[in-house]
T-cell receptor
Framework: ETGVTQTPRHLVMGMTNKKSLKCEQHLGHNAMYWYKQSAKKPLELMFVYNFKEQTENNSVPSRFSPECPNSSHLFLHLHTLQPEDSALYLC?????????????FGSGTRLTVV | GENVEQHPSTLSVQEGDSAVIKCTYSDSASNYFPWYKQELGKGPQLIIDIRSNVGEKKDQRIAVTLNKTAKHFSLHITETQPEDSAVYFCAAGGAQKLVFGQGTRLTINP
């Protein structure tokens, strides 16, 4: 384990379902990130939270809704997804949100939308 | 904003040979350059990083070089082994969040 835990590891959901992805880190990091990984775009940044404040939304559709209740937890709420949203969703954390330190990634949630 | 280009996208080498992956960046204010290795079914893991105040860093069989003037940096893997097969990502940061390259799929042939 890397210190960043993502659950669930695999998720299959219908287009009308609502589900949530969870990410947890106890590394004392202050920044957390959601990335989407697909064959077309290897590491596509979705959201950045720096000291619990959302500092970046990379033009992500509103069917993806992030939540950061504290600096150790990050959620991605999913609803009314499309088949093209099927991908590996990676969470990462770092000491700060300004790229001064390396990121620690979780193992990801493999999402399949049917 | 920062833009990171990574080449090649795929690389195949014989076991025991060396592998080199190159990246260029656009923002001269970037000063932190990590490299990540992603194995099948796992998230990317940091394997080595370099800051702009040094030109080279080594850790056993892997090394990274940085040319600030030309704004490029490279990953060198010597005496490659089957377990080196993975996708490798470079990144640049320090002035803003990390920006990642598109990745290189490295295959080590026995």
């Amino acid at each position: 384990e890397t210190g960043v835990t993502q659950t669930p590891r695999h998720l299959v959901m219908g287009m009308t379902n609502k589900k949530s992805l969870k990410c947890e880190q106890h590394l004392g990091h202050n920044a957390m990130y959601w990335y989407k990984q697909s064959a077309k775009k290897p590491l596509e940044l979705m959201f950045v939270y720096n000291f619990k404040e959302q500092t970046e939304n990379n033009s992500v559709p509103s069917r993806f809704s992030p939540e950061c209740p504290n600096s150790s937890h990050l959620f991605l709420h999913l609803h009314t997804l499309q088949p093209e949203d099927s991908a590996l969703y990676l969470c990462a954390s770092s000491q700060d949100g300004w790229g001064n330190y390396g990121y620690t990634f979780g193992s990801g949630t493999r999402l399949t939308v049917v | 904003g920062e833009n990171v280009e990574q080449h090649p996208s795929t690389l195949s080498v014989q076991e025991g040979d060396s592998a080199v992956i190159k990246c260029t960046y656009s923002d001269s204010a970037s000063n932190y350059f990590p490299w990540y290795k992603q194995e099948l079914g796992k998230g990317p893991q940091l394997i080595i990083d370099i800051r702009s105040n040094v030109g080279e860093k080594k850790d056993q069989r892997i090394a990274v070089t940085l040319n600030k003037t030309a704004k490029h940096f490279s990953l060198h893997i010597t005496e490659t082994q089957p377990e080196d097969s993975a996708v490798y990502f470079c990144a640049a940061g320090g002035a803003q969040k990390l920006v990642f390259g598109q990745g290189t799929r490295l295959t080590i042939n026995p």
